[in-house]
T-cell receptor
């Protein structure tokens, strides 16, 4: 039972264009969402997060949108750069559970083509 | 500030053996979580420790265990290794005392290969 789903295993985008990575979740108790970026042979690096009390959070070229009614979030990268090529993981947390457990999606491999 | 460190980075074991992996969190962080990453299953939560107490455990068999020391360093142990235990084991630390702030910082991982 996958509670966090990233339905696109891969995505290719031209340099300078927008990259949109999508994530769906099923557990309505999730109230905090994070995006991580991972290069091969390295641990995931935190990118951006959003609390369920917001519907948008922006940090430089990265914006995360949350649609609670649809249980859907997306990460927008504008403009995309070749250095953004990596695997992106969506993660969710239930802050009321008394634990910092993160539930991850299986990732989307982003390739930014120069 | 130094990041999360994990030792060893690479490990090769044979079936039936046991293994211990180590994680040193970022200074001041009291929460340490462990995750297993495999190509088929993605990142799966193993367990979390906070102030030397296990607060949560994922859906893994009892062969997987862990502990946390008073300096917040953590170890995880896998006994009676199976081929399917081959994976990247990631440790993450967090400073949040509670509430919704839940950013975790990951180490580079330990690549375990079971032959």
């Amino acid at each position: 039972d996958q509670q966090v789903k990233q339905n696109s295993p891969s995505l290719s985008v031209q340099e300078g264009r927008i990259s949109i990575l999508n994530c769906d979740y099923t557990n309505s108790m999730f109230d905090y969402f994070l995006w991580y970026k991972k290069y091969p042979a390295e641990g995931p690096t935190f990118l951006i997060s959003i609390s369920s009390i917001k519907d948008k959070n922006e940090d430089g070229r990265f914006t995360v949108f949350l649609n609670k009614s649809a249980k859907h979030l997306s990460l927008h990268i504008v403009p995309s750069q070749p250095g953004d090529s990596a695997v992106y993981f969506c993660a969710a947390s239930d802050s009321g559970a008394g634990s910092y457990q993160l539930t991850f999606g299986k990732g989307t491999k982003l390739s930014v083509i120069p | 500030k130094a990041g999360v460190t994990q030792t060893p980075r690479y490990l090769i074991k044979t079936r039936g053996q046991q293994v211990t992996l180590s994680c040193s969190p970022i200074s001041g962080h009291r929460s340490v979580s462990w995750y297993q990453q495999t190509p088929g299953q993605g990142l799966q939560f193993l367990f979390e420790y906070f102030s030397e107490t296990q607060r949560n455990k994922g859906n893994f068999p009892g062969r997987f265990s862990g502990r946390q020391f008073s300096n917040s360093r953590s170890e995880m142990n896998v006994s009676t290794l199976e081929l399917g235990d081959s994976a990247l084991y990631l440790c993450a630390s967090s400073w949040a005392q509670g509430g919704s702030y839940n950013e975790q910082f990951f180490g580079p991982g330990t690549r375990l290969t079971v032959l």
